[in-house]
């Protein structure tokens, strides 16, 4: 029979095995970005567009009703981003986007978090904007849900060519009295990694091939004197 440590380390290995088979990348143009497939939680399983992320949630909202203060729905998302064909890491844009209804005085809703980058060259340096979006104003009651956007933005100087990104997402509902209602739901979220310029490639010439310039100079210098003369 198998021994206590033997079941234990056998486990251990399982575990592992099913961690490391979680692991998911993608490719952009210029990036590729590496995340764990199983912990995509409310986002959504992410596609590339060119060099941006984009998620698009089907479940990621929240809702309160007749008084019932505030509801809160939250998700995290971790992605690492590396450099790819000579590129490196210049700015990060954060854009989403969602559908809304807030009815009554007293309905209120927000949309928060922030998006945090580390350099994975120097993990204890961090980077960090928080999310921010337009007022909401009150739709009526029976109008379609109106629209909102959030964006948040992060810059590299100097540029960096590895990074573990966090984008963090809350949403908020509430409502003081019954008759109100305020319910929000997140439809969109894209991350677009802005690259650096062409880094120039300087090939060194061999040390050769700048003695045969310097000697048929000199040939070319000799022939012309020639022919002065």
Same mark, same amino acid.
Not at 42 to 48: A, K, R
Not at 106 to 115: F, Q
Not at 139 to 148: C, I, N, P, S
């Given at each position: 029979m198998m021994s206590s440590f033997n079941k234990l380390l056998f486990t251990l290995a399982i575990v592992a095995c099913s961690a490391s088979g979680n692991a998911a990348t993608i490719y952009g143009n210029n990036f590729s970005f590496s995340f764990e497939d %199983?912990?995509? $939680? =409310?986002? +959504?399983?992410? %596609?590339?567009?060119?060099? %941006?992320? &984009? /998620?698009?949630p089907s479940d990621f909202s929240t809702l309160s009703l007749n008084g019932n203060g505030q509801a809160f729905t939250s998700s995290t998302f971790v992605v690492n981003i590396a450099s790819l064909n000579n590129k490196s890491i210049n700015a990060l844009a954060l854009t989403e986007t969602g559908d809304y209804l807030r009815e009554g005085a007293?309905? $209120?809703? !927000?949309?928060? @978090?922030? =998006?945090r980058s580390v350099d994975l060259a120097n993990p204890f340096v961090s980077n960090v904007?928080? &999310?921010?979006? +337009?007022?909401? !104003?009150?739709?009526?009651? @029976?109008?379609?849900?109106?629209?909102?956007?959030a964006n948040a933005s992060l810059a590299f100087s100097p540029n960096t060519n590895s990074i573990k990104v966090t984008i963090?997402?809350?949403?908020? !509902?509430?409502? %003081? #009295?019954? @008759?109100?209602l305020? /319910? &929000?739901?997140?439809? /969109?979220? +894209? =991350?677009?990694? &802005?690259?650096?310029?062409?880094?120039?490639?300087?090939?060194?010439?061999?040390? #050769?091939?700048?003695? /045969?310039?310097? +000697?048929?100079f000199g040939l070319l210098s000799v022939s012309k004197r020639k022919k002065l003369l």
């Open positions: %199983s912990l995509t $939680n =409310l986002f +959504g399983t992410p %596609s590339v567009s060119g060099d %941006s992320l &984009i /998620f698009v007293g309905a $209120n809703l !927000a949309v928060g @978090g922030e =998006l904007s928080k &999310i921010t979006s +337009g007022p909401f !104003a009150e739709t009526e009651f @029976g109008d379609d849900t109106a629209d909102w956007e963090q997402n809350i949403l908020r !509902a509430k409502t %003081s #009295a019954v @008759g109100e305020a /319910f &929000i739901q997140k439809k /969109f979220v +894209g =991350l677009t990694v &802005i690259p650096s310029q062409d880094v120039p490639v300087t090939v060194p010439l061999p040390q #050769a091939v700048w003695m /045969f310039g310097v +000697g048929l």
